[in-house]
Structure formats: C-alpha cells, structure tokens
C-alpha cells in the first residue's frame, strides 16, 4: 500500500508548485495585471461585440497547460468583453471601481487560508473581521450593542437582515400572509429577492407611494400602516433606501424611524449602495436618521472602492442576529470554548468562507480614510457638476436633483417618441465603447443614469463624458 | 466647483497606488506569501495560546501605514495564531489546503473586476462559470438539463437547493408545519440552517435511523414516509450525505433514490465534502447513485483543495433554479438582450458577487485533472492506511471502515472514563501544534477524527501522526 501511495504522489505533484515555479507563475500573472491596470486611462469601457466564445474551445484538460496560453485565454475572452467594471469610464448601474490591495489582501486570503468563520478556528481573522464591522458601526452611529458580518455581498446582507428581522418579528410561517412589507417602486430588487428565499414570498407587499424627487411618502406610509392595522394585518417591516439604484434618492429617514418606533416595526434600511457617504461631511448630513435602524446593509464593493466580493449587514442587537443564525454540531465541539469574539458562522448563513476582511483591511490601512473621504466627497461634487452641465444644455432633460452620486436625464428629440430616442442613444453611448452608461425607468420615462462611483473616475472623466453624451445625441437627432 | 474637484482628486490619490508603487506592494506581499508557503513543511498546524489581540492596538486609521507594518500586524497576530489550515499537518474539520493557483486567480479576479453575475455584463466570466458547472455535472453523471451555481461555500449552496426544492415542491408557507424533512443524526447542520433561513424552521425533521456505519437505514426511510403519508403529512425532501462530515459515511443513494422517485420527493445529496472523489476509480464506485438526485451541493474548497471561499450546487432542472431565483428591475433593464447563457444573477441568492470561476479555473487549466484524481486516490489510500496502522495499536479502537478519507479511532484507557480521556488526548494532540485533529461524538462515545484533505499531506505526514498519537495516548494514560 505504501508503494501505490507515494506513486499517488508523485502523479499530484503539478498541484503544489516549488518556490521557483511559484515565483514564475507569479511573474507572469502580475505582468498581466500591470497591464491591465496600465491601458485602464485608454482602454474601453465596454466592448460589446466579443462574447467570449473562444473559451469553449479550451475544455477543462487532463493534462495541464502553461499559464501563457491560460492568460491568453483570459484577455481574449474574458477582459476583452463586455463591461469593464475597472475603467474610469464606467458610468452604469453602482460602480466601484476596485482598488488594488484589495487583490494583494484576496492573494494573501488564499494562500494563507485563514478560516475566518469561527473564533477558535482563527482567532485574528475573526478579531479583524469584528474589528472592521465595528468600525462600519462607528462611522454610521450605531451603539456598542452592534453585531454584522461581512457577506459575500449586497444580497445576501439584505437576506441575512431580513430573516433576522423575521425571526425578531416571529413571523412564523402560519402568519406570512397577514404580514406586511412597507417598500416603495425605488426599492432594490434585492430585497424582495430576499423576501421571497426567506419563505415570506407570501406575505403582503404595500408599495408606499414616492414624491416628485421618489423618496417615501411619510404621510402616506402612517396611513398605510394605520390601514393595514385597522384590517387586522401585522405591520412588521419597513425597508427604506439609504441612496436608491435607480436615482440614488434617500427616504426620509428620521421621520420613518419615528413611525417604526410608534407602531414597533422592525426598521431594515438598504443602504449598500449609499450609506458610505457618511464619511463625508455632505453624505453625513443627508443621511441622518440611517442610525435610528435596526438593521443596515452597506457594501464596501460599492462605495469604499472594493472589488466585487464585499457586502455588510449591521444589527443593532447582535443577540437577534445571532439568535437567527448561531448553531451547534458534534463535529465543531472543540471550537465553542473561549469565545472573545462573536463568530460570523453564528452570525450569518455561511459557515466556511472566504476570509474577506484583508480585502478590506489592506486598502484602509494602506491609505487610511482619509483618501476616502475625499473621493466620496468629489463623487458627489462630480455628480452635481454633471447635472448642472447636461441641463444647461439645449434638449436636455434631467430627472431629479441628485441626494448621492447618481444623475438621470433624457433628450427630447425634436420628433418622434423620446422613450425610443433615448432607448437608441443609451445603445449608441454603449456601442461607442468609450463610455458605459446605462439606463432605467422613472414612472413611464426611459431615461438615462449616470453613476460616479469608480475611484478613477474625475473631472476630465466627466468633460468627456458630457462631450461624448451631446455630441451622440445631437447626431442622432438629426439622423431621426 | 472645479478647483474644490481638482482639490479632492488629491486629496484622494493614494486609492491609486502607481506602477511602481504597485510592484513595490506586490514584491513586500510575494515575499510574505512565499515565506507562509515555505514554512508550511516545518511549521506548527496550530498555535492556541495567541489570539490576535495585537490588533486591537492597531484601529483602522485616518492616514495610512505601510505595508511592512502591515504585514507585522498579520504574521503577529493572524497567520501564526490558531488552527493553520494550509498545513500538511492539518487533520481537522474537512481540510483541503488551498491551492496557489487559485490565489493568482483571486489577485486576477479583483484586479481586473470583471461582474460575473450577468452575461450581458460579462459574457466570459459568465461562460468560464457555466463551463465549469457543466464540468461538474459531467463528472457526477448529471443531464445536460442541468444549471447550478458556484457559491461562497457550502452553506449558501444548501441553501439555494433547498430553496429550490421548496419552490418545486410548492411548500407555501401555509403548509410549512405538515412539510417532513428526511435526515439522519449525520446531517450536515448547515442543511438543517437552510432549512431554517428559507423559513422552514417549523417543517417536520424525522430523523432517520442509521445503520453501524452511520448509514441512513433504507427501510427505515421507506416506513417513515409511508407512516407520515398515513398520517396526513407531506413528506417532500429527502437529504443523504455523500460523504458526512463526522465519518465520511455515504448513504446508501441508489436505494434512497429509489424510493424518492416512487414517493416523488426531492432527494437533494450533500457532496460538499464527498462528491468529488468521483473523479477517481474507488469515489466513483462509491458514490454510485449520486447522480440520480434532484440536487447535489460539493465544494472545490473541499476536496478540490481550493482556499475556503467556494462551494458548489447543481440542479438537475435548470428552469426550477431559474424559477426560484430569477428577478428584474428597471435599472437591469438592459441586461436582458443576448442570452447565449443562463446568467449567475437569475440562479442563485447574490447579483453582485466575486468572480469565483479564476480560483477554480486556474488550478484546473495549470495542471489538468489527472493530479487531482491521482491525489484524491492516494488521500483514500493514505486514510485506509492511518486506520489500518491505528487499530493495530495496542489500546486503540476504530469507528467504522471509512468510505472516504475521514477515520475515528478512540483510545480505550486503562482506567477511568474513556470519554474524558479521549477529550484530554484531543487537547494534548492540538496543544503539541505538530498536528491538529478534532473530535465528535458517535452516539455516546467521544472519538478523535483523522481527516485526510489537505493535497500537502502525504505519508510522511500519516506516519509522524501516528507516531505523535500514539505516543501521546501512551504518555498521558501512565499520568492517569
């Protein structure tokens, strides 16, 4: 046996190159990535005629392949095509844009293979990790009592936040029907994505009604509530957007914790795309009242910069998120000893996970949050800048007076239906390549969206962006 | 406005590291890695006496530090401090290791930042994943019908075919309290949490009586369904583990399967940690019947030696998964053109989401598969070999014969409660730091677990183990 065993052996050794082979492998990835980085100001934003086809020919092999013709491969298939989320010219949906240490702190996740879901486990991950949660509490003012977990993104935190509110509100499953979820259009879709994996598919949805600039109705909700009270439903949850996707518009927040308090609804604010903003003067202000929550969800893939990978989900009381979350199995006995640190596979739906806290960790100590403020700040002075710009001028339109970083116009061409002009020029704007806009619907309107969210993104970005976005409409209004 | 802009772009411009900067942080974190990596032969599998405290002297500052202070606060307090899961030595838990192609592939994946969740998006990373599912179906024997998902682990990939189960099986939330669930006492807790987070919590669990090797009792299952049919319930899901966490056990699938199709439940199999060794001769005639279920979650950062971060789950029909987890909104609305692939947004929880397909890909495409069957062989062998070696100890008993990679043994003491001798040897063993095992129960009796998964552990390793055991057994019974 022990013969067939070193055989075994040395027939897997491709699997762990030596130090030699190791730095080669390294080189080349990183000459890669240099470049990559470095044709960034140039390079396209979009490239929508390659789809990747080429990979198909390239079949998971028995035998190996050198990791030239493997990154090959990968420039002509995959960072070649579509959307690329890295450019400073990526206007479309919530970019971010993705700073670099945090690809030094995924490399050194995965070659150090830190457990970072229990405390027993690892120890220093899961003190980093709780040490970044508590620092997201600090920024948006919540108390001590606090407890998150860093979430593989923006839809599992919503679903971590709302079955934790399920389970505080006993929303039991004989009672689904008679519950009731207070959101508005501008909702994330996210969350009823959530809603519905949480088993309350069935509960009732009220869309509360939005002003002209589509936040809440505050009077509106009270009466719904009150409404739905008085019809012997069970008001439990209420989800306002701390910066919207579709306009990055913010509900009035104190004035709806207010109402959750008075009636004891459980308070799930959504700000993963918004609640960032609060580590800037301006952002701060207007997002006050996103304290008086319950629960909050706010993802460092968006606006801390980081690459794709990265949600958060906040409790006010840990006790609940645990008590959602926490359980116990034979074969993990050793590890319920010496708890200084709450464990995220208690406080979440995952158990074994990637360490994401030196993703995050990296690019903070690195360079402090201070540069961070300041690109948040310039975002939204960007963004004003932007709207002031493109309404000024001659066939623009704009959609309401951005709260964050997020701006919607729309050209009303001369003749013919504006909905389907605007529908050509988002197309023609994304053909172009240069730029990547994309677009969405306020009521019946087809309008355009301009998010500034990717840390590359600055002024002369813009200036070309307006250039570009008048230019191609004008041209295509004549062309009607 | 411009001036403050161009005054915040500075304020900003260290997110933006330069290319000298860049390879400069690159060289300092290679460094460290391959020191980490070069260590590993000698160094301890585990240090319980450091608990990573030095951070909490360390908080997330206003201006950044750099990066060799940085990298002294994680070998201090993260890296050396705990279980070391990368370790040749580690015996714990399910061990795989962590390959170093799959941290090139995760440096790649935040660098470039590719969004693998929309095929609009990204037309390759979405092919890339859905290639390497197909691959997986392949290896199981599942239909081309088949989509699945590549998740954050196994939790998240429980979760979403169970939600899909329930969607399929039509258990609205109104008939949650007469649903049965079929387990036994070796079920995986996580299904159990799925169960709970898709609001589930208050289903029947029947637990299904095993046989001597922890093996779910056939007869047993079909009597139970038959009884609950009798008595007005619904049974709907049956969950078998191919390979369990506390034994390895495989249940036995194609007499379950059987019986599923006969009573039309969804039988969901929990590979996490077994449904990989079909890729060599001894796993796949093991886990015959596998392929015949309705969903099959296992995970590449099991025993595909990935760093913690991936798992994995299949569904036989794709449309029940697209079915479960498809959503639109406004802002998506120009997603939804070019199909040419299901995308990863409409089959599973997340829509924004890391790139998981590089960690994964890269290995496979550097080395082919054939070091990964011959390096599951040999990890069946090298346990084989450990069980065989331990038995034959004077003292030492065995669990069963284990059907993969995964033996129990416990020491009978010459007085006393072997219980509590068998907790002390497990400290004694952990304390050492050469070796890191764990423990479980079966049934009443405490027993130590020997788990083969980490690709670095070779028979040098088994041997020094068995060395180091038995030795320590010895020791502490004489004190005793």
Avoid at 257 to 263: D, G, L, Y
Wanted: one cysteine or more; a negative charge; glycine letters at 8%.
């Amino acid at each position: 046996m022990r013969k067939q065993i070193e055989l075994l052996r040395r027939q897997s050794s491709r699997l762990e190159p030596d130090a030699a082979e190791r730095e080669r492998l390294l080189a080349a990835v990183s000459e890669y990535a240099q470049q990559f980085l470095n044709q960034l100001p140039d390079g396209p934003a979009y490239a929508g005629d390659r789809t990747g086809k080429g990979l198909l020919d390239s079949p998971i092999p028995e035998t190996g392949i050198g990791i030239e013709s493997i990154l090959s491969l990968l420039s002509e298939n995959i960072d070649t095509a579509g959307i690329n989320p890295a450019s400073p010219r990526f206007l479309g949906y919530i970019p971010g844009g993705g700073l670099y240490p945090s690809a030094l702190g995924d490399f050194l996740a995965a070659v150090t293979n830190r457990y970072a879901g229990i405390f027993f486990a690892s120890p220093g991950a899961v003190r980093l990790e709780n040490m970044l949660l508590s620092w997201m509490a600090e920024i948006v003012g919540y108390p001590s009592s606090t407890a998150g977990n860093l979430a593989s993104g923006g839809s599992i935190a919503h679903l971590t936040g709302i079955v934790t509110a399920r389970d505080a509100c006993d929303i039991a499953a004989t009672r689904v029907q008679t519950a009731v979820v207070y959101l508005t259009t501008q909702t994330h879709h996210a969350v009823d994505k959530a809603v519905r994996i949480a088993g309350l598919g069935n509960c009732v949805r009220r869309i509360v009604p939005v002003d002209g600039r589509y936040r809440m109705d505050v009077t509106a909700l009270a009466q719904a509530i009150a409404a739905d009270k008085k019809a012997g439903l069970q008001p439990w949850l209420i989800v306002p957007s701390a910066g919207s996707t579709n306009t990055g518009s913010i509900d009035p927040l104190p004035a709806i914790a207010e109402i959750a308090t008075k009636h004891n609804l459980w308070l799930h604010v959504d700000g993963a795309y918004g609640a960032f903003f609060v580590l800037c003067p301006e952002g701060k202000q207007k997002l006050q009242g996103m304290e008086l929550s319950d629960s909050l969800v706010m993802d460092p893939h968006k606006t801390l910069f980081l690459p794709y990978g990265t949600g958060a989900v906040l409790v006010r009381d840990a006790q609940r998120l645990h008590a959602s979350f926490s359980a116990e199995a034979d074969y993990m006995q050793d590890t319920i000893h010496r708890l200084d640190e709450l464990s995220s596979a208690d406080l979440s739906p995952e158990l074994t996970k990637h360490f994401r806290g030196l993703r995050l960790w990296l690019p903070l100590m690195l360079a402090g949050v201070a540069p961070f403020r300041a690109a948040l700040a310039e975002k939204l002075l960007l963004t004003r800048y932007f709207y002031e710009q493109i309404r000024a001028v001659d066939g623009f339109h704009v959609g309401p007076e951005p709260d964050l970083a997020v701006a919607t116009f729309w050209y009303e061409p001369p003749r013919g239906d504006a909905n389907a002009f605007n529908a050509r020029l988002v197309q023609e704007l994304q053909n172009s390549g240069r730029i990547f806009l994309s677009s969405t619907r306020l009521g019946e309107r087809f309008v355009l969206r301009v998010a500034v969210g990717v840390f590359r993104t600055h002024l002369d970005t813009i200036d070309e962006a307006l250039e570009i976005i008048t230019h191609t409409a004008r041209n295509l209004a004549q062309k009607s």
